[in-house]
């Protein structure tokens, strides 16, 4: 027998005397709160080759899936349309996904699939890069401080570039990592502040660049650096270490993190099959607590984060440079070169609630949706709130965080207390403030966009 198995036999030989002393009338006060055994022990799990698979890796390597019980498998996927056709097939039993595949695969954007989360895996973790070409054009029309430009940079200064291209007959290009991306939303809503339309999906263009001024197309996070560098895009929109590799190799300059452009905006999530949580909720449970402890771990301290930056430089993880992953993952980040400033708040795995599925975070992705055309018609606020109860499962969530607060792993107040609403939310790059509760009327705010009743 392998020394993993014997580890997972020993703790199940503890729980089941845990469960035996109890029914001889033992006080064990957190046995009440203990998910049953998982239906399904053996597990392969999907991630992209991004700092923020963290939450799946650390789990893994620090035995958190092994002391609930569970022998799981990580496997790196080729791209996100894959990974999620793998989790609809049964090929994985669950996924490090973009916060916008659920739902779009839920609402039949794409894929269609009933696809659910219990669990954010964490909050920021993007930024939006520009060649050197581009970057030298922007330069000049930026406000400068100390001889550095003042941050955050917004797309204004990109507009003067894009309208001097188009004079010239010369379309502007930028990638982003897929239609249901965050990092499609974050560009989008940049480029909108700035006076940029980034274009319309309609039943037309699947593309999503009807009356466009900046054309944006899909390609897969660690292709990025290469495409830019090969003139096929001029900036792009990626997680990390995608952005500073651009630094590293002296193709690019990262111009703003997507904290500066939402404050504290929710990033990736842990995905399944609703048919698939349905068969297996203790499993479930399992994997949720096992990845609640890899992102407190991960933000409890700073000697965490450099070993967790290790485990990631692995190759059969993000396979990056440790020294290219530390620039984001260790509270900094480098922008042109040389110009590395504090970023403290740049990856969040559990501080500020990042783990617990709000409502409100899968409302504002729909909105979006809508904003561009992936949404064709206007839907009433209930609309909104229904889909968001539908994929976002933080009743899952709570199973598995008060499991943990009972065997003493997190506290009681590591958990929000909250109807699934962040409240009013503030802190965009537009000024615009964002309520959960009304999405049709943070639609009609915006200056660039379709309106809650508008069609392409």
């Known amino acids: 027998m392998s020394q993993h198995n014997q580890q997972i036999n020993r703790r199940r030989f503890t729980a089941g005397a845990l469960a035996l002393a109890g029914s001889s009338g033992l006080s064990l006060p957190a046995l009440a709160q203990k998910p049953g055994r998982p239906e399904k022990e053996q597990l392969k ?13 650390v789990a893994y390597e620090k035995g958190y899936f092994e002391d609930e019980g569970l022998n799981v498998q990580l496997e790196a996927q080729a791209n996100w ?5 793998r989790v609809i097939d049964g090929q994985l039993d669950g996924a490090h996904m973009l916060a916008g595949q659920p739902l779009g695969a839920s609402i039949g954007f794409g894929t269609k699939a009933d696809i659910v989360t219990a669990l954010s895996m964490d909050l920021n973790g993007n930024a ?16 400068m401080e100390g001889g550095k430009p003042v941050h955050p940079i917004k797309a204004d200064a990109l507009k003067k570039v894009v309208d001097a291209w188009k004079k010239e007959g010369k379309p502007f290009k930028m990638g982003m990592v897929f239609p249901v991306s965050t990092h499609n939303y974050e560009l989008r809503y940049w480029l909108a502040a700035g006076g940029l339309n980034p274009g319309y999906y309609t039943s037309s263009d699947i593309s999503g660049t009807s009356k466009a001024d900046v054309l944006l197309s899909v390609t897969p996070p660690p292709q990025m650096p290469a495409t830019m560098e090969a003139g096929t895009i001029h900036g792009y929109c990626v997680g990390e270490p ?44 399992a994997v949720i607590k096992a990845m609640i402890r890899a992102g407190q771990w991960l933000d409890a301290s700073m000697a965490n984060r450099i070993e967790a930056v290790k485990m990631l430089s ?33 990856n ?8 617990y599925p709000f409502y409100s975070d899968a409302i504002w992705y729909l ?49 929000p207390k909250t109807d699934g609403f962040k409240g009013v939310q ?11 509760r009304k999405p049709n009327d943070y639609l009609n705010k915006f200056k660039i966009g379709l309106k809650a009743a508008d069609k392409v």
């Not at 520009?130 to 054009?137: F, G, P, Q």
């Not at 909105?367 to 899952?396: C, F, H």
């Not at 965009?428 to 403030?433: K, R, S, T």
């Open 128 to 143: 939006i890069t520009v060649s050197n070409e581009v970057w030298k054009l922007m330069r000049p029309h930026l406000p």
């Open 367 to 415: 909105t979006q949706m809508r904003r561009w055309g992936q949404i064709t018609e206007n839907k009433p606020d209930s609309w909104y709130m229904d889909v968001a109860k539908k994929v976002y499962l933080p009743e899952v969530y709570l199973k598995a965080a008060n499991a943990l607060v009972a065997e003493g792993k997190i506290k009681s107040t590591d958990l």
């Open 45 to 57: 799990l999907g991630f992209i080759k991004l700092t923020d698979c963290a939450p799946l890796v």
């Open 242 to 285: 995608w952005n500073q590799q651009a630094v590293f190799k002296g193709i690019g300059v990262p111009v703003i993190t997507d904290h500066q452009i939402w404050k504290l905006n929710p990033e990736k999530v842990f995905g399944v099959k609703a048919e698939w949580a349905k068969a297996n909720p203790n499993t479930h449970i």
């Open 314 to 346: 692995k190759s059969q993880y993000v396979g990056a440079d440790a020294e290219v992953i530390a620039n984001s993952m260790t509270g900094t980040f480098e922008f042109e070169k040389g110009d590395k400033r504090p970023a403290p708040d740049f």
């Open 81 to 85: 349309k894959v990974l999620l056709d």
């Open 348 to 355: 969040i795995f559990f501080r500020n609630y990042a783990t």
């Open 426 to 436: 503030t802190g965009f790059i537009d000024g615009v403030d964002y309520d959960g």
